[in-house]
């Protein structure tokens, strides 16, 4: 069985960055109609279809685009979310590919993230 480099990121580790990283860039990538609900406060939505697009694209059409700083392809913090795991994975599996080798999977989601925050 080949070795997964994904690598998920806890609810508690995730709270925490958000707490005190300046270079953090959480993803949402899951519909906009689930977006319009909540999300997690910071986050960029970019849908799971355009993940691949986006992160291909020049810095300055991703800034102008999303309205965040594309982030480097060794940034540290770098978190893709759905609601509950599935959508957010295979965000993180196409970023690296695109060479985002530190990119992480929330996978407990907004669901798990909305159940702590008791929205």
Request: include cysteine; hydrophobic fraction near 35%; glycine fraction near 8%.
């Amino acid at each position: 069985m080949a070795s997964s480099v994904t690598k998920d990121i806890s609810y508690e580790d995730l709270k925490a960055l958000l707490g005190k990283s300046q270079n953090l860039l959480v993803v949402d990538v899951r519909t906009k109609e689930e977006v319009d609900k909540g999300q997690i406060q910071g986050s960029v939505h970019i849908p799971v279809d355009t993940v691949e697009a986006a992160f291909a694209m020049a810095p300055e059409e991703f800034k102008a685009k999303f309205g965040v700083t594309k982030p480097q392809q060794d940034a540290p913090e770098l978190v893709f979310h759905c609601q509950m795991g599935r959508r957010g994975l295979n965000a993180t599996n196409k970023a690296h590919q695109l060479g985002y080798v530190n990119a992480r999977n929330y996978a407990g989601g907004y669901k798990e993230w909305s159940e702590k925050e008791g929205k």
